[in-house]
Structures are given as structure tokens and as C-alpha cells.
């Protein structure tokens, strides 16, 4: 490809150089030729035609047959131009003057010529479209400098002044742009698109010819061009830069938000593929300072022999002094001239390729057409070159009109034409033979006929008339104009060149129109370098694609897929996802990971599950954004639909557990919606869901289970359960499927419905049981055939169901005794676990195989009250898994009574036999949390309060504290407060003390007054009445309730109630004998008092309760705890402080008293010494909570 880089037209892999060498004739024929075409022209007048022989046109063999070969200098090839020895030349056209330098790359002299006829305003296409044409001057990337590119023999380059013409040689034309780039003029900017594409521009390409030559005609101000979009952007993006360098930030500020469509913080948006240029301090201070030293110059005549002029190769002047070996410099000209060689070979190469493939079209063209020959009038020109009237499209086909005249006219008239036109000047023409074997095509028969003008013009003279309609053919665009296509073949060869030219000038928002089109010309396009080109285009038709440009663009890839067939997905497509799986944009990296997905059911079955697979594994494992491996996940899923290779089913599984375990919940939810059910499938038809995939998740539960007795790790467990979670319905299905009455299960008759809460609610549609089953009807007969069996004909010889009664069963039973009760996350989990699985095996499963293991476990009966074995059981998660799990699957009555027997018995089993009642609570906790269920706790607690047993009442006391802040007030009001209120008076002083976490809970929770008064009473009748006066417990219970629904408390209820009585406990504990109650209720009262000074606390009540209570507590601490005393003594001093300074400080509003009388000091050694103190942590947690 690197040969066809200067082509004029950049079309991809069919573009040649109309201005380079692409034949081998020898001098003679060059000569003979020239001579021919000066006297074409002296014959056909001074108007220029721009189909005649003096109009060079681009696919012309002969006009572009090398011209500065060796033996052929440039003066020897005008001569050659100008008919000969001898003979007198007549006036030369501007149009040949220009090629003829163009040819002998004589390029500054064609530029002055260019320049003077813009200026008088005759511009010529071929010299506008040669220095519009970047690839005409630019070094090849990876060319050493001094060497020629690779079809570019000769392109030596000059060094690194920005202001010095370069130099150039006769073998390749290759200009070189200044080599510094310290200036902005040799920023290319106008040659990239915003997606980084090198394109070509209309106009001049001031960027692409000497800084010099430049700088002469672009003096006068009327041809100044207006500034580029990309330079623009580039110019701003130094600006800024420039601006926060130096500290004017307001105005860049300013400067971004007029620029609002530019991000100022990346030098890529600007859209230019080379790297950032100097800042403008350095731009400025290296302007015009490029003085060129002796040594960096060479010399280079014009006109001197290809020899002379390959010894004075500015690779020399490059080489350090100390390289200048006489070795180092042969192997440099040597190198030099075999590149040469290869260029010249692949510039030969290519245009022949071009050749080919325009013969190929002109038979084809000749064949629908049945060889009606362009003329002008009666008789055939002579003269006439054909290739360029041919090509250029100018000169009308005219059939005869005589339609009496049959095949045999029409041959003659070919064979004519064939006897009078040199077979050098019709390169396309086809040998007779192969015109005489073509059928007639039913094209022919509806051949355009024109009119014949009756007149007896010279042809010359219609020729010349007809050169001043103003068309141009010369350039890339008017050759593609100027011919019509005829066959699909031609049309597709038309869109494969001349769409690299219209994507980059179509708007970003608005590319996704050109996809159809893209896509059809690659799938029907005969060269695969096209094809590939198209779809290079294709991929990177937008810079960062959207969800619906993703969407479009996959859509398209589908259906060029799905027309091409695997074995060109595979060799076109998939090399472009390959190409972009690093790319720099997420939303590029994104569109890989979906066409992976997409294009699956597209490919060869051993792609699908090596290079697809490996693909996905690639980015799941290192891309960083969470969009990328979600998008990953999906495909993955689609991958595992179609894969058929047991060997992969190890590497789903790992990438499985990958995926699991990935950081992003969103990359999660995907494996359960897609990847999971899609393996699960894959799992299932291998035979190793209930012998691997399952067993392998038990089985780390477990170890996990057993590695984490100091500290369980819950997001592992989450990871796997939610697994097993999710591969319920799939187990269900497979027990279906396996069933005895599987064979039975024929649709016919009317259909029975499923009932809609039957099922869970799936996840994805993959869950759904239906869906894997096939239909919502087949699974209908089968639930219905499932239940009849379950019901009379029980599971004998049903092994899918008997390893999940058997095995599946008790190994989950006996994983739940393991977890930790304490464990909310762990109870939950694996609560619902039971209760999906239940819900999907249906009520009489549950009824019949799930409850009685359960309750085989547990043994529910007084008997077991004494026995350990029995206490052991109730004490660990199986009852709240059990109770939350199993029993609320289903809400019948009947269900209901089982569910309030079975906490009714747990709760007087535990309280009989002292057990921790964490399994109780659990259950509550995890009931209490769905609204429905808390009448039937309050059911359960009555039956608690009323019980014979005061252990069993005060267990029910203690489990209102957790019921209460979930539950309505109406239901506080009607239902808890009564039950409080009965216990409140229990003849057992251990009763009425578990009543007051609940008294206390409430205080904080209920806003009703009437019932925050009822409250307030049965707590003050706990404080007043003498007979609690020596109650220990039962004012530590109080002080530590105070402490802790204090902050969070009604404000009236906190003053007037809680902090008054902290001090009267204060002051009795003064007077405690004993040490160790009194350092108890000190500790009590002093995370109370920490937790409360956090509150705003009225001046009146910080004089006469709130100081007092803290010197009380102060005093007991001086004898018990000295490190306590250090930090009450900063607090009273604090207080104090504030209360002095309330005189002549204006209010502080509600400003908490921690936060205005601790200084930094004090707040240091107060954190310090509370770091020291073995308090509890939920008290300590209160110290800097405010009121919400």
C-alpha cells in the first residue's frame, strides 16, 4: 500500500498517481508518441479539449509513461514533447506545459506557474489537483530521512528548517514538507478528520508546499485563506494552555465556555493524529530563527544526470561527521537505490492492477452495449484517441440510426475501428475475437439513438467547438463523474473508490445514514483489500458511537453476515474487532464486545469458542470500565448458547466465577440476567448441573463456612448463593424434563392456566421456567402432570428429583445450622434462597420433602427442653431460616397458624431453657421488615404475655423493643402499648425491667403525644416509686435507655424528663456502699451524659441538672476511674466557661454543646481517653450523632 500513498486520489488500494511514471516503454516510443499527439494538436486548433490527445488524462498509459528515466533527461523528454528533431513546434498548451514539469519534476517551477495563473484567475485542475494532493509531498512514516519512501524513489529529505525549499529528485517527485515542528505552518491540520482520518482537501493544501514559496504568494491579503475548523481547535487548545500556564485563569475560564464543544484537557479531542505541537511561548521564540548551517545544504542542479544527481543524495549531508565513512555512505546509496527499485516496481505493479481492472470494465461495458463506437458524425476520426475520450466521458454515444442495419454493420464498424486506431492509443480496446463471441444482450436492443446534424463541419472543428463546455475530467472526482456506470460490478467499483472521499466530509451526528451503503458495497465489492477498507470505515465511522449508532452499526454487521456467510465473517469482520479491543474510547471497546455477541451465530463453530472466547475472556479480565465487561457478560451468554465443545465447559465455569465476583453490580446483574441461565443451559444438556455446577457452589459455601469461624467473608457468600439462587429454575426444568410423565406431556385439548403468582418473579427472561421449558402451555401440562405424580404416585424412579430430596436438601439444611445467627446478611440470603426454591418446586413439594427435614431437625416438643441437642438447634439460623424461608412461602390460614405455632414454641423453648434468643430475634427482625407480618407477631407476643411462665413474658417484653420500630403507630397505640402497659405491673421485678428498652423505644420513635405521655407516666412510676428505690438493675436499665433514645428523643421528653432524673441517679450513686454497683452505674451514666452532650441544652438546665449531674458523676469517678475524671473535669470546665460567656455572647441558637465548649485541646485528650475506655461501642457512637 505504501506504493499507492501519492495517488491522486487516496481511494484505497486501486488509487494511482496521474502524475507519477506507471509504464516501461522504452525512449522511442515515448518520443514516437509525443510526436504523434504535437501533431494531433497542431491540427485540431488552440481550443483545448478536454477528451483530446493534448488533454492528459489521468488513465492514460501513454501520457503517463515515465519521463525521467535514465538516458531521458528532462530536456531530452520536452524535445520528445515537441515532435522531434527538426521540426518546428507550434504553441504549446498551458495544460502540457504543466504536465510536462509535473512529469520532469520540475515542481517549484510548477508551482510559480500555479501561482501566476490563481493570481490571474485561469487556475488549471491538473496543478490545483496535484498540490491539493497531500500524498504528492509528505515523507512515508518509518522512512529514514534521506531515503525515498516506499514509492517514492528518490524523496530524499532536506533537514529540519522550517524556511528552506526542499529538495527533489527526478526518480520519484516526492516534495518533502519542512522537517521542523516548532511552527505552526507545519502542523497538518487540514488533512485529518475529526476521527483521526487523513483526507484530502478541495483547495489548495497550503500546508503541503514549501514554507518559502509560501510565504511569496500568500503575501497579498485578498488570497489569505480563512482559518480551518481543526486548525481552530488546535490554536485554541495552545491558547488555554498558554493562558493557565501563566496564571490568567478567569479568562480561560471564559475562553472554555466560549468553546464550550472542545475539551480543553485532552489534545486528542481536537481531532489531529500527530502529536501536540510546542506551546506558544515556544512556538514564538523558535518563529524565523531556523538559520540552515553549511553543512545541511546541498546543492542540486536542474537537468543533470540521474547519476550526478544520486551522488549528491542529501543522506549525506544528515550523517554525523563520524559516520562519514566511505563504507557507511556506499551502503546508504545502495540501500537507496533498491528501494528505488522496489517503488518503481510497485508503482509499475499497481497501475497495471489499475489497468486490468478498467479493461475488465470496458469489456463489460462493450458487451452490454454491443460495441457502438463514439463518433461525431458519419465517418470514424482517425485520428481520435479513444482511451481519453473513452475515459473522460465527453464525447456522446451515438448509435446508427438506421435501424435496418443489422450485427454485421455494427461489426464492420468495429473492425474499422479496429484497423485505424494504433493499438497503443486503445489500450481497453477487445480483440475481435472475443467481440464476435459475445451474445447480444438485451441491453442492445434499446440503444440511445441521437440526431445526426446536417451539416458538413470539419470534425476538428467539432471538436474544438465542443472543449468550451467547462467540464473537467482531469481530476479524481470528474473522472468518477464523467463515467456512468453500467453493470453492478461498476457501480460497486465506484462506491469502493469514492467512499473514502464523502465519509470524512459527512457530519459525526449524521454518518450512521452512510452505513447501508458502506455495508453493500463491501459485501458486493470483488477486491478484498476494498472490502476491507469499507469496513475499516466502517468501525471507525464515528469517534465515539452511541448507544444507537451501536445499535445501527451492529444491525449492519449482522446483515453483512448474514449475506456473506462464517468463512468472510471470519477473515473480515473479526480482524476489525480484533484491531480495536485496546482502542482508547470505551464506547469503541464497547461495540467490540457487542459485535462478539452479535456476530456468534455467524461464525465457524471453532472461532466461536477459541478466538471469540478468548476475545471476551481478554476483556472481561483487563478492560476498567464497567459498561465494557457488562457488555462482555451479555456476549459471553450468547457465546455459551452456541458453543458445542465440552472441552470449554472448565473455562466457562472460571470465567463464571469471574464474572460473579466482579466489583460492578451492573457486571453482576448481567451474569444473572444473560451469562448464568445461558451456561445453566449448556450445564444441563452436559449432564453436569446436578453432578458439578451445584455440588461445586456447596461446596465453597462450605469451605467458606468453615475458614470463616473469626470472620466470615459475606460478599463471598452473597456471590455464591445469589449463584445457586439463580440456577433454581434451571434445576426445576431439568427435574420436568427427567420426570416419569415426560413422555406423556402432549399438548391436545384445552390448556390448564398457570396461576400468575406460581412462580417467583424471573430475573431476566432466561429464568423463567417457560422460556427454558419451551412454552408457556407445554410447562402447563407438565406443572399439572407434576403435581398429580408428586401427590399419588410419589418419586420412585425419579433420580433429577430424589438427588434434590436426598442430597441437594440436607447439605443446605446442614450449611444453614453453620452460619452465624448474628449475621442479618447471612440470615437473609439464604431466607430467600429457601423461600425461591419452595415457590418454584411448588406447595406440595414443600409441604411433603422441605418441612419434614426441617422439623426432624429442630425437634419442636417439651421433651427437649433439658436436652442440648435440642437447645443447640434452636439457638443457631435453622429456626429464622425455617420460620422466614419455608414457612411464609405460602399464606393460606393454614400457613399462617403454622407459622405463629412455630415462633410460639421456639420462644417458650428458648425461655425455658435460658438459651440466647438470637434465633428468636433474627426471625423478628427478618419478619418485622415486610409490614404483612406484623399482626402475626403481635399475635406471637400476646401469646408471651399472657403465658404462665415469667421467663417466657419477660422474653416477650424484650422482643417489643425490636417490633416497635417498624410498626404503625395505630398498632403501637392499640396493640404494644396495652401489652407494655400489662407487663409494666407483672408481679416479677425482672418482667417489668425488660419492659423498659420497649418504654424507651418508643419514646424515640412515636410522635403522638397522648401516647408519649402514657410513656413518660410508666417511666416516672419506675424512678418515683419507692419500692425501686434499691432496684440496681433496674436503674441501670433505665440509664442506659436514656443514653441511648436520648439524643434521638422528643426535646420536651429529653429536658423535662431524662436529663432531671440522670442527675437524681447521679446523686444517689453518691451514696452507694457498694464499689462495684456504683462504678457500673458511673460507666452508664457517663455514656449517657457523652451521648447527651451532643443536644442542645437550654441555660437553665445546663446551671441546675446537666452541671451538677456531671460533678456527681465526677466524684465517683476521682475514687473509681481516674481516666473518666480527666475528661468529666475538661467537660465541667467547659460549661462552665459557656455558662459565664452566655452574658456577653449573643444566643448560639441550636448549637450543640459538644460542638461550642469542647476546644481543640480538650477534644484531643477527650478523644484520646475514649479510645482508652472499654465503653460500649453503640454509646460512643451516640457522642456525635445530632438530632435528626
Not at 527538426?86 to 495544460?95: A, H
Request: hydrophobic share 35%; proline share 6%.
Amino acid at each position: 500500500m505504501a506504493a499507492m500513498a501519492p495517488g491522486g486520489g487516496g481511494s484505497g488500494g486501486g488509487g494511482v498517481n496521474p502524475f507519477l511514471s506507471d509504464s516501461d516503454e522504452d525512449d522511442d516510443e515515448v518520443a514516437a508518441t509525443e510526436e504523434r499527439r504535437a501533431g494531433l494538436r497542431l491540427g485540431s486548433g488552440s481550443g483545448l479539449d478536454p477528451g483530446s490527445a493534448d488533454s492528459l488524462s489521468p488513465q492514460d498509459p501513454v501520457a503517463l509513461g515515465s519521463s525521467a528515466r535514465p538516458g531521458l533527461p528532462g530536456e531530452a523528454a520536452a524535445a520528445a514533447a515537441l515532435g522531434g528533431c527538426g521540426e518546428t513546434p507550434g504553441r504549446l498548451s498551458i495544460d502540457a506545459i504543466a504536465a510536462q514539469l509535473l512529469r520532469d519534476q520540475y515542481l517549484l517551477t510548477a508551482l510559480e506557474l500555479h501561482t501566476e495563473l490563481l493570481e490571474s484567475g485561469r487556475e488549471l485542475p491538473r496543478l490545483r489537483d496535484y498540490f491539493s494532493n497531500p500524498g504528492n509531498f509528505e515523507r512515508q512514516s518509518g522512512t529514514p530521512p534521506g531515503m525515498g519512501a516506499p514509492g517514492m524513489p528518490g524523496a530524499a529529505g532536506g533537514g529540519g528548517a522550517g524556511g528552506r525549499e526542499p529538495s527533489t529528485t527526478s526518480g520519484g517527485g516526492q516534495l518533502n514538507r519542512a522537517g521542523s515542528i516548532s511552527t505552526l505552518d507545519s502542523l497538518d491540520f487540514a488533512r485529518y478528520s475529526d476521527d483521526g482520518n487523513r483526507e484530502t482537501d478541495e483547495r489548495v493544501a497550503e500546508h503541503e508546499v514549501p514554507l518559502q514559496e509560501r510565504k511569496n504568494y500568500k503575501s497579498s491579503p485578498e488570497i489569505q485563506e480563512p482559518i480551518k475548523p481543526l486548525e481552530k481547535r488546535a490554536l485554541n487548545f495552545l491558547v488555554n494552555e498558554f493562558l493557565l500556564k501563566n496564571n490568567y485563569k478567569l479568562t480561560s475560564i471564559t475562553f472554555s465556555d466560549e468553546n464550550d464543544d472542545q475539551d480543553f484537557e485532552l489534545w486528542d479531542d481536537v481531532g489531529l493524529n500527530i502529536p501536540k505541537p510546542p506551546d506558544l511561548l515556544q512556538l514564538y521564540r523558535d518563529f524565523g530563527n531556523h538559520q540552515v548551517t553549511g553543512k545541511d545544504l546541498v546543492d542540486v542542479a536542474s537537468g543533470v544526470e540521474e547519476d550526478e544527481l544520486e551522488a549528491l543524495t542529501p543522506v549525506l549531508g544528515n550523517l554525523p561527521p563520524s559516520l562519514e565513512t566511505p563504507q557507511t555512505v556506499e551502503n546508504s546509496l545502495l540501500v537507496q537505490k533498491l528501494e528505488d527499485k522496489i517503488s518503481l516496481l510497485n508503482n509499475e505493479k499497481w497501475s497495471l492492477m489499475e489497468q486490468i481492472r478498467r479493461l475488465e470494465s470496458e469489456m463489460d461495458f462493450l458487451k452490454n452495449e454491443h460495441f457502438a463506437i463514439p463518433v461525431v458524425c458519419d465517418s470514424v476520426q482517425p485520428s481520435l484517441d479513444h482511451k481519453d475520450s473513452e475515459d473522460s466521458g465527453q464525447n456522446p454515444v451515438i448509435n446508427n440510426t438506421d435501424k435496418g442495419k443489422d450485427k454485421n454493420n455494427h461489426l464492420s464498424k468495429s473492425d474499422e475501428v479496429d484497423s485505424t486506431i494504433p493499438k497503443e492509443n486503445f489500450p481497453n480496446s477487445v480483440p475481435r475475437r472475443e467481440k464476435e463471441e459475445v451474445p447480444s444482450s438485451p441491453s442492445s436492443k434499446n440503444a440511445v439513438h441521437f440526431d445526426k446534424p446536417n451539416r458538413k463541419l470539419s470534425p476538428a472543428f467539432h471538436q474544438a467547438l465542443l472543449s468550451f463546455c467547462r467540464m473537467s475530467a482531469d481530476s479524481r472526482l470528474g473522472s468518477e463523474v464523467s463515467r456512468i456506470a453500467d453493470s453492478e460490478k461498476s457501480v460497486m467499483l465506484m462506491l469502493g473508490r469514492c467512499l473514502p472521499h464523502i465519509v470524512p466530509n459527512v457530519l459525526l451526528a449524521k454518518r450512521e445514514e452512510l452505513i447501508p451503503l458502506i455495508l453493500c458495497t463491501a459485501c458486493l465489492h470483488p477486491e478484498p483489500k476494498e472490502r476491507d477498507q469499507l469496513l475499516h470505515i466502517l468501525f471507525n465511522l464515528i469517534k465515539r458511537p452511541d448507544d444507537e449508532q451501536r445499535q445501527m452499526i451492529l444491525t449492519g454487521c449482522v446483515a453483512f453476515a448474514r449475506h456473506v456467510g462464517p468463512t468472510r465473517v471470519e477473515a473480515e469482520l473479526l480482524p476489525q474487532c480484533w484491531e480495536q479491543i485496546n482502542h482508547k474510547y470505551p464506547e469503541r471497546r464497547l461495540l467490540v464486545a457487542e459485535s462478539c455477541g452479535a456476530l456468534a451465530p455467524y461464525l465457524p463453530k471453532e472461532i466461536r469458542s477459541s478466538l471469540v472466547l478468548s476475545m471476551l475472556q481478554q476483556m472481561l479480565m483487563e478492560d476498567k470500565a464497567d459498561l465494557v465487561r457488562e457488555a462482555v457478560i451479555k456476549s459471553l451468554g450468547i457465546i455459551m448458547g452456541y458453543i458445542d465443545d465440552p472441552d470449554k465447559y472448565q473455562q466457562g465455569f472460571e470465567l463464571l466465577l469471574s464474572a460473579l465476583g466482579d466489583p460492578s453490580e451492573r457486571v453482576v446483574s448481567a451474569t444473572h440476567q444473560v451469562f448464568l441461565p445461558a451456561y445453566a443451559a449448556w450445564t444441563t444438556e452436559l449432564g453436569n448441573l446436578q453432578s458439578h455446577l451445584i455440588p461445586t457452589l456447596l461446596n465453597k459455601i462450605e469451605k467458606l463456612l468453615r475458614e470463616g469461624e473469626h470472620g466470615l467473608d459475606e460478599h463471598k457468600l452473597h456471590m455464591y448463593l445469589s449463584a445457586l439462587q439463580s440456577l433454581i429454575p434451571s434445576l426445576f426444568a431439568l427435574v420436568l424434563r427427567n420426570a416419569p410423565f415426560s413422555s406423556k406431556a402432549k399438548l391436545h385439548g384445552e390448556v390448564p392456566q398457570i396461576e400468575v403468582t406460581r412462580f417467583p418473579r424471573p430475573m431476566s427472561p432466561l429464568q423463567d421456567v417457560s422460556t427454558i421449558i419451551g412454552s408457556r402451555e407445554q410447562l402447563a401440562v407438565l406443572l399439572q402432570l407434576y403435581d398429580y405424580q408428586l401427590e399419588h404416585e410419589g418419586t420412585t424412579g425419579w433420580e433429577t428429583l430424589l438427588w434434590v430430596v436426598n442430597q441437594l436438601l440436607p447439605q443446605l439444611i446442614e450449611i444453614v445450622g453453620k452460619i452465624n445467627v448474628t449475621s442479618t446478611a447471612c440470615v437473609h440470603e439464604f431466607s430467600r434462597f429457601f423461600w425461591r426454591l419452595c415457590r418454584t418446586f411448588g406447595k406440595i413439594f414443600t409441604n411433603t420433602k422441605v418441612k419434614p427435614q426441617f422439623q426432624e431437625i429442630l425437634r419442636l416438643s417439651e421433651e427437649n427442653i433439658d436436652s442440648s441437642a435440642g437447645n443447640g438447634v434452636l439457638t443457631k439460623a435453622t429456626v429464622p431460616i425455617y420460620a422466614t424461608g419455608v414457612l411464609t412461602c405460602y399464606i393460606q390460614e393454614e400457613d399462617r397458624k403454622l407459622l405463629v405455632g412455630f415462633l410460639e414454641d421456639v420462644m417458650t423453648l428458648l425461655s425455658l431453657s435460658h438459651a440466647p434468643l438470637d434465633s428468636l430475634k433474627a426471625s423478628f427482625v427478618e419478619l418485622g421488615a415486610n409490614p404483612a407480618y406484623h399482626e402475626l407477631l403481635l399475635t406471637v407476643l400476646w401469646y408471651g404475655v399472657v403465658h404462665t411462665s415469667a421467663l417466657v413474658r419477660c422474653t416477650a417484653a424484650r422482643m417489643f423493643e425490636l417490633l416497635v420500630k417498624g410498626v404503625n403507630e395505630t398498632l403501637v397505640a392499640q396493640r404494644v402499648v396495652p401489652a407494655l402497659i400489662t407487663l409494666s405491673s407483672d408481679p416479677e421485678i425482672s418482667v417489668r425491667i425488660a419492659t423498659i428498652p420497649a418504654f424507651g423505644t418508643i419514646m424515640e420513635t412515636v410522635i403522638q403525644r397522648e401516647l408519649l405521655e402514657r410513656v413518660k407516666m410508666q417511666l416516672a412510676s419506675f424512678l418515683e416509686d419507692p419500692q425501686y428505690q434499691d432496684q440496681y438493675s433496674l436503674h441501670t436499665e433505665i440509664i442506659k435507655t436514656f443514653g441511648r433514645v436520648g439524643p434521638n428523643a422528643e426535646p420536651r421528653f429529653r429536658d423535662e424528663f431524662v436529663i432531671p432524673h440522670l442527675h437524681k441517679l447521679a446523686l444517689v450513686n453518691n451514696l452507694q456502699i457498694v464499689d462495684s454497683k456504683r462504678l457500673d452505674i458511673a460507666t452508664h451514666l457517663f455514656e449517657a451524659y457523652s451521648a447527651l452532650s451532643c443536644c442542645f441544652i437550654s441555660e437553665d438546665l445546663m446551671v441546675n441538672h446537666f452541671l451538677p449531674g456531671l460533678r456527681c458523676l465526677r466524684t465517683d469517678m476521682e475514687h473509681l476511674s481516674p481516666e473518666h475524671e480527666v475528661i468529666l473535669s475538661s467537660m465541667i470546665k467547659e460549661c462552665e466557661q459557656k455558662v459565664e460567656n452566655k452574658t456577653v455572647q449573643e444566643p448560639q441558637g441550636s448549637m450543640s454543646i459538644a460542638a461550642s465548649l469542647v476546644s481543640e485541646d480538650t477534644k484531643t485528650k477527650f478523644l484520646n481517653k475514649m479510645g482508652q475506655l472499654t465503653t460500649s461501642g453503640a454509646m460512643l457512637a451516640n457522642v456525635f450523632q445530632r438530632k435528626k
